[in-house]
């Protein structure tokens, strides 16, 4: 499974890393995923996640019915 997640679609950046002397070189600035159980009321069972921390927090708010919905995700398959 590549490291992204499953809900936002988050997935590394290309940036620089900048030393003293301003040389550049490059590096990846990973998405912060953790695997996350997460209760799903309308299938009445649990669901095993791969979501970085920001979709975590919106999880929350929305639910995730609707997150799920917006990223065109089947929870039933997963």
Do not use: F
């Amino acid at each position: 499974m590549s490291r992204k997640c499953q809900l936002t679609g988050k997935k590394a950046n290309n940036a620089y890393a900048v030393s003293h002397s301003h040389r550049r070189t490059k590096k990846l600035q990973e998405a912060n995923l953790q695997w996350k159980r997460v209760w799903w009321p309308e299938g009445n069972r649990w669901v095993r996640l791969r979501l970085s921390t920001k979709a975590i927090k919106t999880l929350e708010t929305k639910g995730l019915s609707v997150m799920a919905k917006e990223a065109g995700i089947n929870l039933n398959k997963i």
